[in-house]
């Protein structure tokens, strides 16, 4: 395969914004976590698309934190970037901030972070090459340090766990 040429993360990075409904409400009245879940996702879905220039799924949700309850009426807004790319896969970092939907003078209070791994796939569903990560900026580096702890520490954890089923 051809080599491919590095990208910053500021090539890929996405922002959506919703506003959140009703029918979203969980039994206390808030937006339900899995919403914001879902939205997270998809926005790390649009940062690996366009970081690996094709298709690309979601091989893991290694954490996903919930600082603030998100209201009905809120407006929520994410920002992904890729933390990390390795061979196929990719660090996807996700953050979610939500606002009244009345007042555009509150900030955006920042509600929720999730870092998710997604993987390149080829037209026949199998794992592709993706454009190796250059981190441009200090916050680039940091994120790119700690995207690399994690995945150390997933895949510790997958050895531990396979040791363990074999004895």
Do not use: C
Request: aromatic share 4%; hydrophobic share 45%; net charge negative.
């Amino acid at each position: 395969m051809a080599s491919l040429d590095a990208r910053s993360p500021a090539f890929a990075r996405v922002s959506l914004a919703v506003m959140t409904h009703s029918p979203q409400a969980n039994l206390l009245g808030n937006v339900h976590g899995g919403e914001i879940v879902k939205l997270a996702d998809s926005t790390a879905g649009a940062v690996a698309q366009r970081h690996s220039g094709g298709p690309a799924v979601t091989a893991a949700l290694d954490e996903m934190v919930f600082l603030a309850p998100v209201h009905v009426g809120d407006i929520v807004r994410t920002l992904g970037q890729v933390n990390w790319a390795g061979r196929s896969s990719m660090e996807i970092g996700v953050r979610v901030e939500a606002q009244p939907w009345n007042d555009p003078s509150a900030d955006g209070l920042h509600v929720a972070s999730a870092y998710f791994v997604f993987v390149a796939i080829d037209e026949d569903g199998r794992s592709r090459e993706v454009p190796p990560l250059v981190p441009d900026t200090a916050d680039d580096l940091r994120r790119h340090r700690e995207a690399e702890i994690r995945r150390a520490h997933r895949l510790a954890r997958k050895a531990e766990i396979e040791a363990g089923r074999r004895a």
